[in-house]
Nanobody, 124 residues
Framework: QMQLVESGGGSVASGGTLTLSCTAS????????MGWFRQRTGKNREGVAN????????HYSKFATGRFTISLDSAKNTLSLQMNNLTPEDTAMYYC?????????????????WGKGTLVTVSS
């Protein structure tokens, strides 16, 4: 059972930057894809960004486009999410996930592996 551990969450002022990291117990080399989700208080889980291991092609949600960057360092077995120009609306628990073919990175369906999350709080 793959275990994912997120880090890098914290509190930041509006306009600030945070970089989240995720490590996998088995490494990412043999995975199909991975990504980040978030869940804001009172809201459904939503996809933030995802990346495919073979092509390193990345996809971003509308709110993440232009502000967030997902990257994979295979040598360090680390998946990162750099988040720039944060706003209070980005306050959420952020989760790392590893998917398989058919996984849905919009709402998280059919994704077998999840981290426990790291909290991001953005103050105005």
């Amino acid at each position: 059972q793959m275990q994912l551990v997120e880090s890098g969450g914290g509190s930041v002022a509006s306009g600030g930057t945070l970089t989240l990291s995720c490590t996998a117990s088995d490494g990412f080399a043999s995975t199909h894809s991975m990504g980040w989700f978030r869940q804001r208080t009172g809201k459904n889980r939503e996809g933030v960004a995802n990346i495919y291991t073979d092509t390193l092609r990345a996809h971003y949600s509308k709110f993440a486009t232009g502000r967030f960057t997902i990257s994979l360092d295979s040598a360090k077995n680390t998946l990162s999410l750099q988040m720039n120009n944060l706003t209070p609306e980005d306050t959420a628990m952020y989760y790392c996930a590893v998917g398989v073919p058919g996984s849905d990175y919009v709402d998280g369906d059919r994704i077998p592996y999840w981290g426990k999350g790291t909290l991001v709080t953005v103050s105005s």
